[in-house]
């Protein structure tokens, strides 16, 4: 197979940063990199490094500032806050809070929820959104992998009727996913949530994968949080967002204490410090706020509800099928899926290859197709061991990057993920890469060099 520069693709609807880079291959040629780790990051929309571009140069203090580029930088972060709450479609009296990223959202409610809580998860969860509830006074029950959207429903539906009858009157919390970062499936939402509501459970949605790819109305799903991150957003500058019901918010102590979220600050007659922290978003956003990361993410917003989802996830749900059908024409290919091959997904895929080890291949596809993509557990280690069922890694040059269990030799997976900039021809490189590797192998000899997997350039395969 030969690599060479991509043309410009008409049917992209969204044009990101990087989408003509030229990247060196191990042979010394240089080829329009391939962008398929979308998961883990998106690149950035132009249009959202415009829009950054142009504020830029009146970028001042947020809130309390009395001169003019700190009001207007203040407005321009509160006008942000409520363009995200419009993309979210949330209800009146929901704030948000903006945050560091999808971790910072959830360890900041995990916080914030009573100490009693009891927290129900899935084991198929992120590790964002499967530990932040590991805190003194919390517990945790996780759910096993679920093999439908009926079961997952039913293991919540008795789980929660059973903390009832166990333990009435502490409060109840159900985190899930809407989209899985691993096999890419959609979850059930509004059904888990409607049984969550039914038994007094709140819930809580990681929409990290969703919100990228799906229009996501929280009225309409009836979750009491969402949390995203502005960096799968086509957003970078490391901003996220909590947003949702305001009560436990309100109550808590703030996620940080310092200058923001406080009101009044006063040294007490018994020497002591007394405070007065703010009630609503600016109580747990202490510091100097993130203005240029909340202005990337609605610009991101904005450029994606323009775009318009409809015509967007059409588009993704022809990749995805396209990309299914390349890679069931290859006998040694296995796609992992909890809920079966017809089940919906977003733009992320995940599989392994007979005879190969996945940093392997993934090391194979960069260094000689100039293709990126994803090769590990992707922080959602018991959910691929699930769905590895314990089949370990071939014998490699090289192995996995991430540590095994004791007794284990090494299990890993490849990760495809592509969103709104991804060219149909990125794709069909990506699978010709596949094809070709499989059939006639790597060309260059690899080796493990500081925990990866990298071609061995003066190694050519005879």
């Not at 009157?169 to 899985?180: I, K, M, Q, R, Y």
Request: aromatic share 8%; with cysteine; charged share 20%.
């Amino acid at each position: 197979m030969s690599a060479t520069s991509a043309t410009a693709d008409v049917s992209v609807p969204l044009t990101v940063l990087g989408h003509d880079v030229q990247v060196p291959l191990v042979s010394g040629e240089k080829v329009t990199y391939a962008a398929l780790d979308y998961a883990a990051s998106a690149p950035a929309l132009q249009r959202v490094w415009d829009d950054v571009a142009a504020y830029a140069p009146y970028y001042g203090s947020v809130h309390r500032g009395a001169g003019y580029l700190s009001q207007l930088s203040t407005d321009l972060f509160e006008q942000s806050r409520r363009t995200v709450a419009d993309f979210l479609d949330l209800r009146e009296d929901d704030q948000v809070v903006f945050t560091r990223a999808t971790t910072d959202s959830l360890n900041l409610l995990a916080g914030a929820v009573p100490a009693d809580t009891r927290v129900f998860a899935f084991e198929t969860e992120h590790h964002a959104s499967l530990l932040p509830w590991r805190r003194r006074g919390l517990t945790v029950g996780y759910l096993r992998a679920p093999r439908s959207h009926a079961e997952a429903v039913a293991a919540l539906d008795a789980a929660l009727a059973e903390a009832a009858s166990n333990g009435p009157g502490c409060p109840l919390l159900f985190c899930v996913t809407g989209a899985s970062n691993v096999t890419g499936e959609l979850w059930p939402v509004a059904e888990l949530t409607e049984v969550a509501h039914r038994h007094g459970a709140r819930v809580v949605l990681d929409a990290a994968q969703l919100a990228p790819h799906h229009r996501v109305s929280v009225r309409e799903l009836d979750v009491d949080w969402i949390a995203f991150s502005g960096h799968k957003l086509y957003a970078p500058f490391g901003a996220g967002v909590l947003a949702g019901r305001s009560d436990w918010l309100d109550a808590a102590e703030p996620y940080l204490a310092g200058g923001g979220a406080s009101r009044t600050v006063a040294r007490a007659a018994d020497g002591e410090v007394a405070v007065a922290w703010h009630q609503g978003p600016a109580r747990h956003e202490a510091g100097s706020p993130n203005v240029i990361g909340a202005y990337a993410i609605a610009s991101a917003c904005r450029a994606l509800t323009e775009a318009g989802f409809d015509a967007l996830q059409a588009r993704e749900r022809r990749l995805v099928e396209r990309l299914k059908a390349g890679l069931a024409r290859i006998p040694e290919v296995r796609v992992l899926s909890l809920f079966g091959a017809d089940s919906a997904r977003v733009g992320v895929l995940s599989f392994v290859v007979q005879g190969w080890n996945s940093s392997h291949f993934a090391a194979a596809l960069s260094a000689e197709y100039g293709i990126g993509v994803r090769d590990g557990l992707f922080c959602a280690h018991p959910l691929v061991r699930t769905l590895l069922g314990g089949e370990e890694a071939a014998p490699s040059e090289c192995g996995a990057p991430e540590p095994s269990l004791p007794g284990e030799r090494g299990l890993n997976a490849i990760r495809v993920s592509f969103g709104a900039g991804t060219p149909d021809e990125h794709l069909d490189r990506f699978l010709a890469a596949v094809r070709e590797l499989v059939t006639d192998g790597a060309r260059w000899t690899y080796r493990s060099e500081g925990g990866r997997c990298v071609a061995d350039t003066r190694r050519e395969r005879a």
